[in-house]
């Protein structure tokens, strides 16, 4: 039975948590910790009240979650906020969070594991922020349509696309979650098709005007690959089970 503070130090070095940058509702690490042990996993993509009761009725003790419980900055412990604090410290559970660490980690991360999720391997990177490169690059040749089949299957529901560039592609940049809005960034990399998660309502005309097709895979669906991997790891590692919880936005 492994300890909370050996799982946390495995964690927080092998996602280098301390290097690298993030929003700052973020707080990537421990954000709730337990009575010291660790004996069964809950991994989710958001640290919400449904999900921290279902992990505490599922017997975890540590939960693994990409959008962890401080995205909405400081506020009271009042209401559904303090039944979600209440919950999880009288079911003796421990939160674990990863944002940015987590999408671009090169073995557990949502982009490396979504892309090869498509049968692809990455050729570069791009898409620069803070002096992090938050996006995978890919080179292929491949039709739209089956592209888009491809990642349908891969997050398990429908693709929004916008069909601005080729229908040949060639290169493919990547970026898990929310990051439709940076579609410009693909034309200085060469980058004629751009997978992400969802995007504002300008960045399917702006792909347009572009010349890229941008493919929105949902920003939940395309976030639920790297809590998993994590949470296996751990099992592998520790021999101890663990879960994972659904619970989709369709967003």
Request: glycine residues 12%; contains cysteine.
């Amino acid at each position: 039975m492994p300890l909370l503070q050996d799982v946390v130090s495995f964690l927080d070095a092998g996602l280098r948590t301390a290097e690298i940058p993030d929003y700052s509702g973020a707080v990537n690490g421990l954000q709730l910790e337990n009575g010291g042990s660790v004996t069964r996993i809950a991994a989710a993509v958001d640290a919400s009240l449904p999900i921290v009761e279902a992990a505490v009725a599922g017997g975890a003790d540590l939960l693994i979650v990409h959008h962890g419980m401080f995205w909405q900055g400081a506020q009271p412990l009042t209401r559904a906020y303090y039944k979600k604090i209440k919950t999880a410290i009288q079911g003796g559970l421990a939160i674990y969070s990863s944002h940015l660490p987590l999408d671009v980690h090169p073995e557990w991360g949502n982009n490396i594991r979504l892309l090869r999720a498509l049968g692809l391997e990455p050729s570069g990177t791009f898409f620069e922020w803070k002096g992090l490169r938050l996006g995978l690059i890919a080179e292929t040749e491949i039709v739209r349509s089956e592209l888009i089949e491809d990642l349908s299957a891969a997050v398990g529901g429908p693709v929004h696309l916008c069909p601005g560039g080729p229908e040949i592609i060639r290169k493919i940049g990547l970026v898990t979650g929310g990051a439709g809005a940076e579609v410009a960034s693909c034309i200085s990399a060469g980058i004629d098709t751009f997978i992400t998660g969802e995007g504002p309502h300008w960045s399917y005309p702006l792909a347009e005007e572009l010349g890229v097709n941008l493919c929105y895979g949902g920003h939940y669906a395309t976030e639920t690959f790297g809590v998993k991997a994590l949470a296996a790891r751990l099992s592998e590692d520790h021999d101890i089970p663990w879960f994972f919880i659904d619970r989709p936005t369709g967003l």
